[in-house]
């Protein structure tokens, strides 16, 4: 038997007065919940076409903005995507351009998210990672602001974007000395999660262990503290739950598990809390990598993580996983990007499904209860219809924005409410067509989506008629 922890047992970590029931719409084939765009704002007035969108399953063409086709950047002139008629985008944050303190843009951009921070009225506020793995590297790496790692080159850049021009007035270091900056998450108190995707240390080179999760201030760059109670794996994203504080990770592992953090007060991730792995009640070590049924519900609970960071994880990359699976924990494969909608946890596998082209999961929390459901909301059959979906972010319409990490040419996908999936963006960047896009993040006004293309090294900005 599990053993299973409540969340009332981590009543301190809560927020009594947040905690209220919420009404969810359950839309067809399980998708995404109603109010999953709520903590984000500003995503609910769009097109009424986005209603017949959806009615046929896997119809790429079914765009509800229409086909794709090539479009010159507005800023550069150059022909980087294709996107439906009437969208357009800037190239911001080029690998090797300056910043606005005097270093070059780091290279390898991924996870990325966008505040409205009282201090930049005018502009929006990104923090975007650095998949940088470098030892004493010099070459793309982030530099200038100090280090929790001297060897170590990865870490996050803040990008300040004018509302209006939505070009770059802004840019610095503002997380340094870490290593394979993947995915992370924002949180409800304005901060963001940048998550380590790797559990090297000493052993390999570097001065300290690396494979955990550091809390970013935007615009307020300070010394790095390793948030070792969130777990040592290869961590991918983190999602943060409004009302609990709960902070729930995924890892980029086969196997992998699906964690939750329980902070010991809300808010303050550095003051610690209790690491727990996701389990199917009633189905002990249940394997969710394939064999699954797209819509079904599952009863799920949380297992205790005894030892989140364990001395064996530089050298055993489930040394983490093994202690939830020996509780009975549940088995994912390759679990990426993730975001908190009310109530719920949408998040990817990028290389789950029979056909290992990916799946997309929703997690539905009880507060004040140890038990959840679990639901596969979408699985791809084919490369041409979701090619390892890796970053998300919540879309419109009750969507979810997808980023393809293919190998045949990638896209920004859409996944509707119906549980179909449209293109929304195609990479045709000369001579990194196969670059992966990462870090989709809509500004908080839901008028522009950010996004990465990993290599080059670019963020684009995109708006059109959402």
């Keep these: 038997m599990p053993i299973v922890t409540d969340v009332t047992d981590n009543t301190s970590g809560l927020r009594p007065d947040r905690v209220k029931n919420t009404t969810r719409r359950q839309f067809l084939r399980g998708t995404i919940t109603a109010g999953a765009l709520a903590a984000f704002g500003g995503l609910t007035a769009r097109l009424d076409r986005f209603n017949a969108f959806g009615e046929r399953a896997f119809a790429n063409d079914l765009s509800p903005y229409g086909p794709l086709g090539p479009v010159a950047s507005v800023n550069t002139g150059e022909t980087l995507l294709s996107l439906p008629a009437g969208f357009q985008y800037n190239v911001l944050g080029r690998t090797g351009s300056a910043m606005t303190n005097g270093a070059p843009t780091p290279k390898l951009h991924d996870g990325m998210a966008a505040f409205s921070l009282p201090s930049r009225p005018d502009s929006w506020v990104l923090v975007r990672n650095h998949e940088v793995a470098d030892i004493n590297g010099t070459s793309g790496i982030v530099t200038g602001t100090p280090s929790y790692d001297a060897a ?18 802004e840019s610095f270091a503002s997380l340094a ?10 949180t409800p108190w304005n901060t963001w999660i940048s998550c380590e995707e790797t559990n090297v240390g000493t052993s390999n080179g570097f001065g300290k262990p690396h494979g955990y999760c550091f809390e ?15 777990g040592r794996f290869r ?10 504080g709960i902070v729930y990770l995924t890892e980029d592992n086969d196997p992998a598990g699906f964690y939750r953090f329980l902070p010991a007060k809300y808010g303050q991730l550095s003051l610690g809390g209790r690491l727990q792995m996701l389990a199917v009640s009633g189905r002990a070590n249940a394997d969710l990598r394939t064999g699954q049924t797209s819509g079904q519900r599952m009863i799920v609970e949380w297992v205790d993580i005894g030892d989140p960071d364990p001395s064996a994880a530089e050298t055993d990359l489930t040394a983490v996983f093994s202690q939830g699976a020996g509780s009975g924990g549940a088995t994912f494969r390759r679990l990426e990007g993730c975001f908190a909608g009310r ?12 056909a290992g082209f990916g799946q997309v999961w929703r997690y539905d929390s009880r507060v004040k209860s140890r038990f959840g459901h679990l639901t596969l909301v979408f699985e791809s059959p084919d490369p041409a219809v979701l090619d390892l979906p890796d970053n998300i972010c919540p879309g419109p319409r009750d969507s979810i924005v997808l980023c ?10 859409l996944l509707s409410r119906a549980g179909s999936i449209a293109d929304l963006a195609q990479n045709i960047t000369p001579g990194f067509e196969a670059s992966e896009f990462a870090g989709s993040t809509f500004s908080p006004d839901g008028r522009t989506l950010f996004v990465n293309i990993q290599t080059p090294g670019i963020t684009l900005a995109i708006w059109g008629a959402w």
């Excluded at 970013?216 to 969130?230: I, N, Y």
């Excluded at 393809?404 to 996908?413: A, F, I, L, P, T």
């Design 152 to 169: 170590a080159g990865g870490g996050t850049t803040t990008v300040v974007v004018d509302k209006q021009t939505r070009l770059i007035t």
């Design 177 to 186: 000395g870490t290593v394979r900056n993947c995915a992370g998450g924002r």
């Design 216 to 230: 970013v201030t935007p615009l307020q760059p300070s010394t790095p503290v390793a948030l070792k109670a969130m």
């Design 235 to 244: 961590h991918e994203a983190v999602a943060v739950e409004l009302l609990t």
């Design 343 to 354: 109530g719920s946890i949408s998040f990817t596998s990028t290389t789950g499904g029979n």
């Design 404 to 413: 393809e990490d293919g190998s045949n040419g990638n896209y920004v996908r």
